[in-house]
């Protein structure tokens, strides 16, 4: 079993930055793939980051790409998405998951535990 909290989340305007934090706890951190997902109002959730064990591979939706960076530290046992250049579409729920599978793949079934979610919201 793997806990995980998510923090960070806020309200800011276009074109400002936040960083997202996911804290885990439970069996060994260090050993899973982790991934950043978020979920708008009405909308499926959609991947958005994901990076491996060792942090040696990282992935990003397009949407994202060169705007928002992932990384971890497994001796905190934490996973980190900064988001910059921040825009209204941005706007969701975003959750951090764990995958066993050793390298990142989009699709949510993949991903076996969840946070509860933290609420992002980009005003124009």
Known sequence: QVHLVESGGGLVQTGDSLRLSCAASGRTFSSYTMGWFRQAPG???EFVAGITW???STYYAD????????????????????MNSLKPEDTAIYYCAVSTIVVVTTPPRNYRYWGQGAQVTVSS
Request: aromatic content about 8%; charged content about 35%.
């Open 54 to 56: 060792s942090a040696g």
């Open 63 to 82: 949407s994202v790409k060169g705007r928002f960076t992932i990384s971890r530290d497994n001796a905190k046992n934490t996973v980190y998405l900064e």
């Open 43 to 45: 909308k499926e959730r």
